[in-house]
Every structure is written in structure tokens, then in C-alpha cells.
Nanobody, 115 residues
Framework: QVRLVESGGGLVQPGGSLRLSCTASGSIFSAALMGWYRQAPEKERELVGSITIERVRTLADDVKGRFTVFGDMAKKTVYLEMNSLKPEDTGVYYC?????????WGQGTQVTVSS
């Protein structure tokens, strides 16, 4: 059974920083891709950033220059370093992993940016 566990969310003031972590466990040798999605209230889930086993990184346009995604696919771990946070970054952040064509999701961690 595959399981993804996220951590690192919380309440932060505008301009602050947070680091999210996600680790997968289960019968997986290595992930093909791991990434982070965000879902704001009453909005659809959207990609924030991802990294592949080839170390190809993707970031959404509205977080470029502020967020960094990095990780180790062999260790099935991915991180999202978030700086200069804005209120519009608020939402539930979900970790996603792709392995052998299958997608797996974490339970989500809440990030709230507010003064």
C-alpha cells in the first residue's frame, strides 16, 4: 500500500516562509515524478511545482522566483520551499506522486497566509 505523508503547513504572515515536506512509503522503488498542488477555497486544484526523476522542475508562473521544489525520487521525498508568501498562496497543499503510470495523493496540509 502506497502512502504519502505531508508536513510543514501552518499559519504565516505575508512575506514569511514555510517549507513543506512529503515522503512516500510502500512498495515503490523510485517515483517518476513528485510534486505539489494547491487548492484554494472554491477553486480547483492547481499545480504549484513538480520534479521528475530526470530532475526536470516545473513551477507555476505565479510562484516563480518565490517557491522552489526539490527532492530525491529514489528516496521518494519532495520539498516545497515557499518564500515571500502572499495571502493568495493560502490553500490546502497536496503532494502527488507518479509511479508506473499511477497517481498517488497525500491527505493535504493547510497553508494560511494572513496578518
Amino acid at each position: 500500500q502506497v502512502r504519502l505523508v505531508e508536513s510543514g503547513g501552518g499559519l504565516v504572515q505575508p512575506g514569511g516562509s514555510l517549507r513543506l515536506s512529503c515522503t512516500a512509503s510502500g512498495s515503490i522503488f523510485s517515483a517518476a515524478l513528485m510534486g505539489w498542488y494547491r487548492q484554494a477555497p472554491e477553486k480547483e486544484r492547481e499545480l504549484v511545482g513538480s520534479i521528475t526523476i530526470e530532475r526536470v522542475r516545473t513551477l507555476a508562473d505565479d510562484v516563480k522566483g518565490r517557491f522552489t521544489v526539490f527532492g530525491d525520487m529514489a528516496k521518494k521525498t519532495v520539498y516545497l520551499e515557499m518564500n515571500s508568501l502572499k495571502p493568495e498562496d493560502t490553500g490546502v497543499y497536496y503532494c502527488k506522486m507518479v509511479f508506473r503510470g499511477e497517481q498517488y495523493w497525500g491527505q493535504g496540509t493547510q497553508v494560511t497566509v494572513s496578518s
